[in-house]
């Protein structure tokens, strides 16, 4: 299939449609005068075809013929929502981003003492759920569009955090923390990211690259702001205040955020095994289990490890807010890399430079591995964290265009979901897996001190990266051929 074409309206894990190819939609807000940027055919009912049509008043029938509609490619009304959508993922998408600094405190804090295995289960959970429900988020985003998702989305974060901010034992954190907010950010992520399939089809890769940065933004407030409110208004006050963030955001993110003119349809969680003879989809989703495996290691446990090697508190904060400076420009200028070499070459490419990032500059800091300067250390951490955060960037937002692009558009919604219900498990087991290898790593002296061994960790995420590199070459080999070209 050529790669050019559309996918799906709904970029999100479990999203399957029964309604015809590519849900374009239909809205009086779309001018006919205008030059269209991207004309589909879609079946809309014939006795509706002369009136304006309302969101709710489109329905599909029995009654059905084929016109052409448009995808606006732009405007005011589309790039709101492309705003409400950053907004939305600064809170959502900014939390994630910011696991480093609250495992960090937690396992000096809450959690000291605790196995790093099982601190680990709290942001496996988390991060599990923010990527798997999208399989049954999808389907009621193409039966009710984005409102109540959002609300409840917002209602189980913030609930979760307020939650959150008065545990004291490790389940009350897993259930508030690993539950409500895990499930609260894929109810928030899953309608954000679709809702923006309503009004770009050939520049979706692009809106969606732009709305993502989002995320990265809130990585690199929430890194800063805590650092300053953890000393000052202990945990309880500052996680609150950040739930308070969260609302502002995502209070304007509910505002902003709308469907046009959707043909409702019924569909349904689906999960197609036979997916997996296609040999390019399974070593595709076979790469981004291996990617969402590394990914959320250094995410989760770049915190821990500064302070561990001698950093102080602050520098380990600053850094994972300087990591999400460099996903900033990773999430949206491989997009437009991939416009222009092909979007398989382009994940090849950034997952290399991920592996030889962590090989580079991370594993020369680790005490047990060499011997370097204090300030040198310093300085290969920043370089890491800028090289790492850019090309790290590109697993949220290429995934979605290499999934459409070696299957039918009939397909992606079934396909997207099967792929994620693989990739889900990667960020369950991996943060647990690292926290196991920390903890088992650890050397024990026998006056009773304990010092950190971090090469497994880091190695653990550097063979992560070669695998997904693997996969991912092997699809553009048996997709693409192996000689160079754009795909």
């Given at each position: 299939?050529?790669?050019e074409?559309?996918?799906s309206?709904t970029p999100?894990?479990g999203?399957v449609?029964?309604t015809?190819?590519?849900?374009?939609?239909l809205s009086s807000s779309?001018s006919?005068t205008?030059?269209p940027h991207?004309?589909?055919k879609?079946?809309?009912?014939?006795?509706?075809?002369?009136?304006t049509?309302?969101?709710?008043?489109?329905r599909p029938?029995?009654?059905e013929?084929f016109t052409e509609v448009?995808?606006?490619?732009?405007?005011r009304?589309a790039?709101?929502?492309v705003?409400?959508?950053?907004?939305?993922m600064?809170a959502?998408?900014?939390?994630?981003?910011?696991?480093?600094?609250i495992q960090a405190h937690?396992?000096k804090?809450?959690?000291?003492g605790?196995?790093?295995?099982?601190?680990?289960?709290?942001?496996?959970?988390?991060?599990?759920l923010s990527f798997?429900g999208?399989i049954?988020i999808?389907?009621?985003f193409?039966?009710?569009?984005?409102?109540r998702l959002?609300?409840?989305?917002?209602?189980?974060l913030?609930?979760?955090?307020?939650?959150?901010?008065f545990?004291k034992e490790?389940y009350?954190?897993a259930?508030?923390?690993?539950?409500?907010?895990g499930?609260?950010?894929?109810?928030?992520?899953?309608?954000a990211?679709?809702s923006i399939?309503?009004f770009f089809l050939k520049r979706r890769?692009?809106?969606?690259?732009?709305?993502t940065t989002g995320?990265?933004i809130?990585?690199?407030?929430?890194?800063?702001?805590?650092?300053?409110?953890?000393?000052?208004?202990g945990?309880?006050?500052?996680?609150?205040v950040l739930?308070?963030?969260?609302?502002?955001?995502l209070a304007?993110g509910?505002f902003?955020?709308?469907?046009?003119a959707?043909?409702r349809s019924?569909?349904?969680?689906?999960i197609?095994i036979?997916?997996?003879?296609d040999?390019?989809f399974?070593?595709?989703a076979?790469?981004?289990?291996?990617?969402e495996?590394?990914l959320?290691?250094?995410?989760?446990?770049?915190?821990?490890?500064t302070?561990s090697?001698?950093?102080?508190?602050e520098?380990?904060?600053?850094l994972?807010?300087?990591?999400?400076?460099?996903?900033?420009?990773?999430?949206w200028l491989?997009g437009?890399?991939?416009?222009?070499i092909?979007?398989?070459n382009t994940?090849v490419?950034t997952i290399?430079?991920?592996?030889i990032?962590v090989?580079?500059?991370?594993l020369?800091?680790?005490?047990s591995?060499?011997?370097?300067?204090?300030?040198?250390?310093?300085?290969?951490?920043?370089v890491?964290a800028?090289?790492?955060?850019?090309a790290?960037?590109?697993?949220i937002?290429?995934t979605?265009?290499c999934v459409?692009?070696?299957?039918?558009t009939?397909?992606y919604?079934t396909?997207y979901g099967t792929l994620y219900?693989?990739?889900?498990f990667?960020?369950?087991t991996g943060?647990?897996?690292a926290?196991a290898?920390?903890?088992?790593?650890?050397?024990?002296r026998e006056?009773?001190?304990?010092?950190?061994?971090w090469?497994?960790?880091?190695a653990?995420t550097?063979?992560?990266?070669i695998g997904?590199?693997?996969?991912?070459l092997?699809?553009?080999?048996?997709g693409?051929g192996?000689k160079?070209?754009k795909w």
């Amino acid at each position: 299939m050529d790669y050019e074409k559309g996918t799906s309206s709904t970029p999100a894990p479990g999203h399957v449609q029964t309604t015809p190819t590519d849900l374009p939609i239909l809205s009086s807000s779309v001018s006919h005068t205008e030059p269209p940027h991207h004309v589909q055919k879609v079946a809309t009912n014939v006795s509706q075809r002369s009136k304006t049509i309302k969101e709710e008043d489109v329905r599909p029938s029995e009654d059905e013929d084929f016109t052409e509609v448009t995808y606006p490619e732009g405007g005011r009304e589309a790039w709101l929502v492309v705003l409400g959508s950053f907004i939305s993922m600064v809170a959502s998408f900014g939390i994630m981003n910011t696991l480093g600094v609250i495992q960090a405190h937690l396992v000096k804090n809450q959690l000291h003492g605790e196995d790093e295995g099982k601190v680990g289960w709290i942001f496996g959970i988390y991060s599990f759920l923010s990527f798997f429900g999208g399989i049954i988020i999808g389907p009621l985003f193409d039966t009710y569009g984005p409102r109540r998702l959002l609300a409840s989305g917002t209602i189980s974060l913030l609930g979760g955090l307020v939650a959150f901010a008065f545990s004291k034992e490790y389940y009350q954190m897993a259930l508030s923390f690993g539950i409500l907010v895990g499930s609260g950010t894929s109810l928030i992520f899953t309608p954000a990211i679709a809702s923006i399939g309503h009004f770009f089809l050939k520049r979706r890769a692009y809106a969606t690259g732009v709305a993502t940065t989002g995320g990265s933004i809130g990585g690199i407030i929430f890194p800063l702001a805590l650092q300053s409110l953890f000393p000052k208004l202990g945990f309880q006050n500052a996680v609150l205040v950040l739930a308070l963030i969260c609302f502002v955001f995502l209070a304007v993110g509910n505002f902003l955020i709308r469907s046009r003119a959707i043909l409702r349809s019924q569909s349904s969680a689906k999960i197609d095994i036979h997916a997996f003879k296609d040999l390019r989809f399974t070593l595709t989703a076979w790469g981004v289990f291996f990617i969402e495996w590394a990914l959320f290691v250094p995410i989760t446990y770049i915190s821990s490890y500064t302070q561990s090697i001698g950093f102080s508190l602050e520098f380990s904060y600053q850094l994972l807010a300087i990591l999400n400076v460099g996903s900033v420009f990773g999430r949206w200028l491989p997009g437009l890399v991939a416009d222009r070499i092909g979007r398989f070459n382009t994940m090849v490419l950034t997952i290399m430079f991920c592996f030889i990032s962590v090989i580079a500059f991370w594993l020369p800091t680790v005490p047990s591995i060499s011997d370097v300067p204090h300030n040198t250390a310093k300085g290969l951490l920043v370089v890491w964290a800028l090289t790492y955060g850019f090309a790290s960037g590109t697993g949220i937002s290429l995934t979605p265009v290499c999934v459409g692009q070696i299957c039918e558009t009939s397909e992606y919604g079934t396909k997207y979901g099967t792929l994620y219900f693989l990739v889900s498990f990667g960020p369950l087991t991996g943060v647990p897996i690292a926290g196991a290898i920390l903890e088992n790593m650890r050397l024990r002296r026998e006056d009773g001190t304990v010092s950190d061994r971090w090469e497994g960790l880091v190695a653990f995420t550097a063979a992560s990266y070669i695998g997904a590199w693997c996969m991912f070459l092997a699809a553009r080999g048996i997709g693409g051929g192996w000689k160079w070209k754009k795909w």
